[in-house]
């Protein structure tokens, strides 16, 4: 719906097949405006989820649309261990401000989560 400037997505390495998408190493933010895009390199043999973008104050004050941040769990192939990574969306292709270590892998996948605050009251 709205008419947005930034989108948020997931890269992917390739097909793979309708059951296992071979999941990227890498974010990437859309200006949906200039075309451009930024990366957010994961590292290597590390794969992402959809990510979700946090705003830092509610929507439609003055605030940029990209004041905020974006979350996403995330994966090391090598060490089999999962993370959740929030990164500042106006400096995206720096390292995440915070990296959460959680104690077991969390599958990952195509589709971000959302949960009203209604829920979390």
């Not at 451009?36 to 043999?45: A, F, I, M, N, S």
């Not at 941040?69 to 929030?86: A, E, G």
């Amino acid at each position: 719906g709205l008419n947005a400037q930034y989108g948020y997505l997931m890269a992917l390495a390739g097909e793979g097949n309708a059951e296992e998408p071979v999941y990227g190493s890498a974010l990437w933010k859309y200006d949906l405006r200039s075309g451009t895009c930024t990366e957010h390199h994961l590292g290597d043999g590390v794969r992402g989820a959809e990510p979700v973008f946090a705003p830092a104050t509610e929507i439609g004050t003055d605030a940029a649309e990209d004041a905020g941040w974006v979350i996403s769990l995330t994966h090391d192939t090598t060490s089999d261990q999962s993370r959740l990574i929030i990164v500042d969306a106006q400096n995206f292709s720096a390292p995440p401000v915070a990296t959460i270590h959680l104690p077991r892998r969390v599958p990952y996948g195509a589709h971000g989560s959302w949960v009203p605050d209604s829920v979390m009251a």
